[in-house]
């Protein structure tokens, strides 16, 4: 017999029980599962998290007739955005703990995707089994089909999809409209790159959590939701510059690096000036507030102004400035510029790493100040 109280927990990662059947999790004790599984099967007969929360209830009888002290919950994370999700599964997992005292769990899910939780329940309770719930279904072509259509319809599937292809396609019909039919498949091509990159790299992950960022930036009414704003729309200027610049001194001579380097050049301007305001409102917001983490802030606009300079030396020395009619630097003054501003940025990430220094020794005195007229 096992010793200890024995959980028998269903995950259900992407929260179909909340996003369709609007149920609260976590959902602990056999009739709070069951209601959550009828719930959810009268929504969506279909979907195999009905089955692994099914499949949980049977355990959890299974085990409590042979006399074993179990206890039964469902935890979801997130329909959208899988860290919030795992984040929320985390919380709920521990207040599961809390509240039943289990000091073991046999894992109850309906596919690959809830298992990479594991780590996360490992990381509260001791997983002494894993059941994964499989539905036997007929392999056909009709069925095949049917899957298909149900995955197009869930919106986290259909954005992966339908957003790169729609924008790709819309870029292509725009640039043929401005009679640039030889860049309109490097642009397809480019914005689905960019794309599996985005996603490759989590960076929807990073874009989602700026999002978050200005929203908890209004509702606490900080300064940074404005710096966020201005921040947004100074990128998306620079973006179209970039694009603008890239058409601008089109050439079929061109290569992909010759096409990015044209596009810092035109969007970098734009990007440094972005970065400079959101870093002085986080500034701004961090003095105001957390006044202790200034030292870790303060770099922002060095780093920030350094990088791009940096960058924006790349763009010039990389372009072919001779071969570029209209271009508006000579070469000479392109060997300048990339001297002069190299050592810019230099001075601007020295000068970073400087203010910090001070700043860090500032607020350790103030500290230690503190303390002696504490004691």
């Not at 009679?179 to 091509?189: D, E, H, L, R, S």
């Not at 990088?307 to 070469?331: D, N, Q, R, W």
């Not at 990430?349 to 350790?364: D, T």
């Amino acid at each position: 017999m096992t010793q200890g109280r024995t959980l028998v927990l269903s995950v259900d990662r992407d929260d179909d029980i909340g996003w369709k059947a609007k149920i609260e999790s976590p959902a602990v004790g056999r009739e709070a599962c069951l209601k959550a599984a009828n719930t959810l099967a009268l929504v969506d007969p279909e979907d195999s998290d009905v089955n692994a929360i099914f499949s949980a209830v049977k355990i959890f009888d299974e085990l409590s007739a042979k006399g074993e002290d179990t206890v039964i919950a469902v935890v979801a994370g997130n329909h959208l955005h899988m860290i919030d999700g795992d984040r929320r599964i985390a919380r709920s997992l521990e207040q599961v703990i809390s509240e039943t005292r289990a000091t073991n769990c046999i894992l109850v899910t309906d596919g690959a995707e809830d298992e990479y939780v594991i780590p996360i329940i490992q990381s509260f309770i001791p997983v002494s089994s894993i059941r994964r719930v499989i539905v036997n279904q007929m392999p056909n072509l009709e069925g095949t089909y049917y899957i298909l259509k149900k995955l197009l319809d869930d919106p986290k599937i259909s954005r992966m999809i339908f957003i790169p292809l729609g924008l790709a396609m819309l870029l292509y019909a725009i640039a043929y409209l401005l009679n640039f039919p030889g860049i309109a498949t490097f642009i397809v091509i480019g914005v689905i790159g960019f794309y599996m990159l985005y996603k490759g790299f989590g960076l929807d992950e990073i874009t989602h959590g700026i999002i978050d960022a200005l929203r908890l930036s209004l509702q606490r009414g900080r300064f940074s939701f404005v710096t966020y704003t201005i921040t947004i729309l100074l990128v998306l200027m620079g973006i179209v510059n970039g694009f603008i610049t890239m058409l601008q001194y089109y050439s079929t001579d061109f290569g992909v690096l010759h096409f990015v380097m044209l596009f810092i050049y035109g969007a970098i301007e734009w990007m440094i000036a972005g970065g400079l305001v959101l870093s002085v409102g986080i500034i701004i917001d961090v003095y105001s507030n957390e006044r202790e983490g200034l030292g870790k802030v303060i770099v922002f606009p060095f780093f920030i102004t350094a990088i791009g300079l940096i960058l924006y030396c790349a763009s010039l020395f990389l372009l072919p400035v001779k071969e570029m009619s209209h271009f508006p630097l000579t070469p000479e003054a392109a060997a300048s510029q990339i001297v002069y501003f190299a050592i810019a940025g230099i001075i601007s990430a020295v000068s970073g790493v400087i203010a910090q220094f001070f700043i860090n020794r500032r607020l350790a005195a103030l500290r230690n100040q503190e303390i002696i007229e504490t004691i």
